[in-house]
């Protein structure tokens, strides 16, 4: 496999990458594109020879041109977690792993945990509450949104307060920041080997979206937590109720995203080789939704209904 990078390309990457990371702080419209900032970490973590060198070209720029808290988000945002990524990439190729996807599980976590650690620095080291701002802005959106017409005729606000639905929303933050780790690992995989495989050149077998599946284990887990959750409850854990229904949607939205690439997968067998199947799984789709999309997906996690995880071909 030959998969060396010119260093020039990599170095011309990365400093491209420090100048949107620059210029998304002074310009925010720029945050639409911002997540191209981690596409050249990715890449130097597959090459894996420049990391320590970019990490400290990146670190010094940002620092003078923006800021120490900048700085400390982009590594943990962009930098840390696309290194991850690519380092995971280039180690399944080398091991020969059978999940060419593990680098999106790896690349999430990174994420989530780079997420937490930010809000704690910022509120331990900079004073900066950002929770409570998020709480504050919500329910000035929401104060906003009650005096509305429409909102005034439907009489939404009548029989709950907007502090407790912004109380409801705020429960479900870490829902949102799993959820969003999961797509952002996804997107960045995918954007990377693109870039690798069309415009560097790569030869590195890539992950499709269409055989994406989670690990074989995610079912179980998702059941385990759930009853441990269940077993605090009975205990008179406080907060056992939000913690259920942040398990609850986080697995949702994790098995929808498999579910979706089931569907992709049996339709394009079916434009390709005229396959019945995706008739039959329209019934889920069209009978329950979104639900049943998820259902989908952890029925493949369970019993492999692609037949991807016995080696078959896709």
């Known amino acids: 496999m030959e998969d060396n990078i010119k260093p020039r390309n990599i170095f011309k990457m990365v400093f491209l990458a420090i100048i949107l990371a620059v210029g998304i702080m002074y310009v ?3 945050n639409i594109i911002s997540i191209l900032v981690v596409v050249p970490y ?3 973590g597959f090459d894996n020879r420049y990391t320590i060198i970019t990490s400290i070209i990146t670190m010094v720029f940002l620092f003078f041109c923006t800021g120490t808290l900048y700085t400390i988000n982009i590594f943990l945002a962009f930098v840390i977690p696309g290194m991850a990524i690519g380092k995971q990439m280039k180690f399944s190729a080398i091991n020969g792993e059978t999940n060419q996807f593990s680098p999106i599980y790896l690349g999430a976590v990174y994420y989530i945990v780079g997420m937490i650690f930010l809000v704690i620095i910022e509120m331990k080291l900079f004073n900066i509450d950002i929770l409570g701002d998020i709480h504050t802005q919500l329910t000035t959106m929401l104060n906003l949104e009650m005096q509305t017409p429409i909102m005034e005729q439907l009489g939404v606000f009548k029989e709950i307060s907007v502090e407790e639905v912004a109380t409801m929303c705020m429960n479900l933050v870490s829902t949102a920041l799993v959820v969003s780790g999961f797509l952002w690992a996804i997107v960045v995989y995918f954007l990377s080997s693109f870039v690798m495989r069309k415009i560097l050149k790569v030869d590195f077998e890539f992950g499709k979206f269409r055989n994406f599946y989670l690990p074989k284990k995610a079912v179980f887990t998702a059941f385990l937590m759930v009853i441990v ?10 907060k056992s109720d939000i913690f259920y229904t942040n398990l609850e949607y986080i697995f949702l939205s994790i098995f929808f995203i498999q ?3 089931v569907y992709i997968y049996y339709l394009i067998a079916f434009i390709k080789n005229k396959k019945k199947t995706i008739f039959w799984m329209l019934i889920p789709l069209l009978l ?3 639900f049943g999309v998820a259902i989908i997906g952890i029925s493949d996690n369970i019993v492999d209904l692609r037949g991807l995880q016995s080696n078959k071909p896709a």
Do not use: N
Not at 229 to 238: A, H, S
């Open 229 to 238: 959750v269940y077993i605090l409850g009975k205990l008179g854990f406080e």
């Open 42 to 44: 990715i890449i130097v």
């Open 259 to 261: 579910g979706v690439a």
């Open 288 to 290: 329950l939704g979104v």
């Open 28 to 30: 925010p419209f720029f």
